[in-house]
């Protein structure tokens, strides 16, 4: 398959890159079966004010923790779908094969189980990953504005030039609108402090006996507002309070799934495979004195340095069998975010250059930071006493291109449903872990959401149950 890609080299505004891009694609003809990408470079956006100013629906966004590399997009030129965890391979050899050669990325991601979801996550299939009509781009602080059409006839070509128009005509122009005064007008648990306290020892029971050695148990919180926010500013001011974080909003049948994850999966660029180690988590101090004494507890805590060695074990046993190299000489750091810190161990693998993306995937997900290990006993036991649906939470959102992959572990995030929204957190429980210092770290993870949707909403009551 191959792409057509035209660029023009001047940077332009936004609305003048616009009028560019309809001028070249009214020139384009259909060309079956390929990728056409047209693309001009345009001065600096903000690209998820661009986004807030765009109706919802079809808004799509991927930013990297080094923010090196950002993706917003709306629009479907393009969708590939699984619905079990055994396609899911196939739909990243599809991608790969689509943008090879190209300069086009696709933006998506998969459910922790790699199956289609239920009850609110109804709509969100087990993988999506999808080519935006219109994208911006930020890469090394340069900015692209492209148009991207993939047609299989010419009646679907002119769907999408119409598509095209539309977006530009109607939309574009918009200002972000004022956000809605809205109000949380209920607050529900997943499990309350008793029902917590019988899963944290049922899995220690686990522990004890030998079988498992650590097991991640995840909390819903769900909210009903007054009205709907916008999920992009929720996740601009999410991403102002975590920089050190990959962020991404996917929206699709009418829900966004979005949220600001400190933890990569992987990044594969051509044989060469970035992965990391993130386990054990305190709180961030209330000032510099007892940050430090916080960090220092992180360093040498015994249960947590135990926690976060399984996590590195599990994740170099997956690779062996595709690693010709795999490099741990990097030391621990401390990973510090807004309301909490982490362990963090940076993995650099070698992998043979016939190794696919999709079988990498599936050998590291999901890892024992957000399942436990050994993994399939760890699963087996979250099924049955896990009352939540985890849906995309704790799955991976990212984006590929060609010779390039990167993805997230899609924790620290929440799921938008009109006046819906589920937060969701998780922690690990080993050997010495105990219900309420495990509760209470559930609640500092979902306090950085909680601020962040204080900050675009009025009249938060953080005492509503």
């Not at 629906?57 to 709306?74: H, K, M, N, P, T």
């Not at 969708?79 to 990243?92: G, Q």
């Not at 607050?187 to 309350?192: A, Q």
């Not at 962020?247 to 400190?262: I, L, N, V």
Request: with cysteine.
């Amino acid at each position: 398959m191959s792409s057509l890609n035209r660029t023009d080299y001047t940077a332009s505004t936004l609305a003048s890159g616009l009028e560019m891009l309809l001028r070249r694609l009214g020139l384009c003809r259909y060309i079956g079966d390929e990728l056409l990408r047209i693309e001009v470079p345009i001065e600096a956006q903000d690209c998820l004010q661009w986004l807030a100013s765009l109706p919802s629906g079809e808004r799509y966004y991927f930013s990297c923790r080094d923010q090196s590399l950002s993706v917003a997009g709306i629009g479907t030129a393009l969708e590939l779908k699984a619905t079990s965890p055994s396609a899911i391979p196939d739909v990243f050899a599809k991608a790969e094969r689509l943008v090879d050669k190209s300069n086009a990325f696709l933006l998506g991601g998969c459910s922790f189980s790699g199956r289609s979801g239920a009850y609110q996550w109804q709509g969100f299939p087990g993988a999506r990953f999808v080519l935006p009509l219109i994208e911006i781009r930020q890469q090394d602080g340069a900015y692209m504005l492209a148009f991207n059409v993939f047609a299989s006839s010419f009646a679907q070509w002119q769907e999408q030039q119409l598509a095209i128009h539309s977006i530009c005509r109607q939309h574009v122009f918009l200002e972000v609108p004022e956000p809605p005064v809205v109000k949380i007008k209920s607050r529900r648990n997943s499990v309350d402090a008793e029902l917590w306290q019988q899963q944290v020892q049922e899995v220690l029971q686990k522990v004890e006996e030998g079988s498992l050695q650590k097991v991640v148990l995840a909390r819903e919180v769900s909210l009903e507002l007054s009205s709907s926010p916008d999920p992009m500013l929720i996740l601009a001011a999410l991403e102002t309070a975590n920089p050190d974080c990959f962020s991404f909003a996917m929206e699709m049948d009418g829900k966004c799934f979005f949220g600001c994850s400190p933890e990569r999966l992987l990044k594969r660029q051509a044989s060469t495979l970035h992965t990391e180690a993130l386990a054990g988590t305190v709180r961030r101090g209330k000032n510099h004195v007892e940050d430090l004494a916080l960090e220092r507890v992180l360093r040498k805590d015994g249960k947590l340095i135990h926690e976060h060695k399984l996590v590195a074990k599990a994740i170099k046993e997956s690779l062996t069998p595709f690693a010709t190299l795999i490099e741990d000489s990097e030391p621990v750091k401390i990973l510090k975010l807004n309301r909490v810190q982490h362990r963090c161990q940076p993995l650099t693998v070698k992998v043979s250059g016939d190794s696919a993306t999709g079988d990498l995937y599936r050998c590291l997900h999901p890892t024992p930071a957000i399942c436990g290990y050994p993994s399939a006993r760890a699963l087996s036991l979250i099924n049955d006493i896990e009352q939540i649906c985890r849906g995309w939470y704790s799955g991976s959102v990212g984006i590929i291109g060609h010779g390039y992959c990167e993805l997230s572990v899609a924790i620290r995030s929440a799921l938008l449903a009109g006046n819906k929204l589920w937060l969701y957190s998780g922690v690990g429980i080993v050997s010495g872990s105990h219900a309420q210092e495990e509760w209470q770290e559930l609640e500092s993870k979902l306090e950085s959401m909680l601020q962040a949707i204080g900050s675009k909403v009025s009249a938060i009551d953080y005492n509503v149950h």
